[in-house]
């Protein structure tokens, strides 16, 4: 049997806080809506610290939706900005986006 590397997403978002807050405070509403398995499914993490109010955050395939629903739903609101298939492609966009 084939054993594949699981695919995933790169989210940008935009959170009035640092990154560790964003990323507790969607896994916070995660756990809310869907449960922990579900998290642990998600394997959410935080990549890189565009700049204070800007990151980028790691998600599977398959949870990328629920993903979205959670920070949409997140209280303050959490802004998301852009998603890609690969972290060199979102950065080109946002740079491009933000200047």
Known sequence: MLKRREKRRYISIMYDERGAAAIDAIQKRHIE??????????SLRLIKEINSSVIIVRC????????????ALCN???V???ISSSVKRLKRRLYNFIL
Do not use: C, K, Q, V
């Open 60 to 71: 599977s395939l398959a949870e990328t939706e629920h993903i979205l629903a959670a920070i």
């Open 80 to 82: 998301t900005l852009d």
């Open 33 to 42: 809506l869907f449960g922990s398995i579900a998290l642990e499914r998600a």
């Open 76 to 78: 303050p609101p959490i």
